[in-house]
């Protein structure tokens, strides 16, 4: 089964950001990726509202369930009880769970699963009661992932970081690759689906799909924001849908 694209927009929202203006329109351009056959869109809205502001958020979500009924709305976040809310609000179909300080620039790390657990245990199932699929962003640990369903969760979402990072160097990528081949070796045998994100790339992708068969979706921002500059929004979004095809 081929892995799910869903489109990242916060890279989007940052640009428009720069100025007082409404474009880029981060609606707009999830538009063309949902037409383009990505299956949904993803943001991290975070307290400072530096990308993803949180009026945007009813406005992807109506988006989605006006024109594009068949796709997904992920939400992604630290969760605050103001994060919380915000979901209860918009209603995702899935939650992905991450531990990111307010004032990190972007996720860096996944969660101490024993650590957080008396955090999360609780704040899973509150958002499995409102209907969300619950996701956790881990490290390629092989213990994540059973850690991870014995908190309740749905998915673990792998950190692709050090892999996308290692793009100059061939045994360092081999290396964090196999990483994350035996942690979804490790969720397949603990029975929790895997989603994967971060640095992920049209020139990456395809052997991460082929060590990763059991891979069901990947989030992706800056790398089909950076494609989107040369080969329109359409068309990075069709580049990593072939990429995911192998």
Known sequence: MTA???????????LRNRRDLP?????GLGRIALAAGAAGLTVHPRPDERHIRFSDLPEIRALIDDEFPQAEFNIEGYPTAEFLELVAKNEPEQVTLVPDDPSQATSDHGWDLAKHAGLLRPIIVRLKEQGARVSLFVDPDPEAPAGAKALGADRIELYTGP??????DPRREA????KLEVAAAAAAKAGIAVNAGHDLTVANLPALVKKVPNLVEVSIGHGLTAEALVHGMSGAVERFLDALNG
């Open 163 to 168: 892999y996308g990072g290692a793009y100059d």
């Open 4 to 14: 799910k694209l869903s489109v990242n927009l916060n890279a989007i929202a940052m």
């Open 175 to 178: 290396s964090e690759l196999r």
């Open 23 to 27: 474009w880029p329109s981060v609606t």
